[in-house]
């Protein structure tokens, strides 16, 4: 799945649009890709003259890599996903501009809205966060 297609079940636009292409694996989990280019908003500032992908966008990219996996209950259109809590995230190593991450994701509760899930981001194969996460499926209705 590239980024148009990731388009129609996420929500997200650029610039927080923030996977490149999106797999669903044979045994149900996620794989996400990433490109840092380099020109990206969260890097002007963090920091100048080294620039690091900072955590709280690592985050993100680990949720919205799990997307494939709720594309059934996402593509309608009114749907919005909601972090719900953030749970042993561990960073591990530096993500520059030039690299490609690789995210992976899979399911380890769910009861829909609600879903639990871990993830691990690495860059040409070392593991550089790790954790677990929770978010919501919110139907339009229930985000007023």
């Not at 749907?79 to 042993?88: I, M, R």
């Not at 639990?116 to 929770?134: A, P, T, Y």
Request: hydrophobic letters at 35%.
């Amino acid at each position: 799945m590239d980024r148009e297609e990731i388009k129609g079940i996420l929500p997200h636009r650029e610039p927080m649009l923030l996977v490149d292409e999106a797999y669903l694996n044979e045994d149900g989990s996620a794989t996400g890709y990433y490109h840092v280019r380099g020109d990206e908003f969260f890097l002007q500032g963090h920091f100048p003259g080294n620039p690091i992908v900072p955590g709280v966008i690592q985050c993100e990219m680990m949720a919205q890599s799990a997307c494939i996996m709720f594309a059934d209950r996402m593509k309608n259109k009114g749907t919005t996903p909601v972090y719900t809590g953030l749970d042993k995230v561990r960073f591990r190593g530096m993500i520059k501009p030039g690299d490609t991450i690789r995210i992976d994701t899979k399911v380890l509760k769910q009861s829909h809205p609600m879903y639990m899930l871990h993830g691990e981001l690495s860059v040409d194969g070392k593991r550089c966060m790790n954790g677990d996460f929770s978010f919501a499926i919110l139907e339009e209705k229930e985000r007023n």
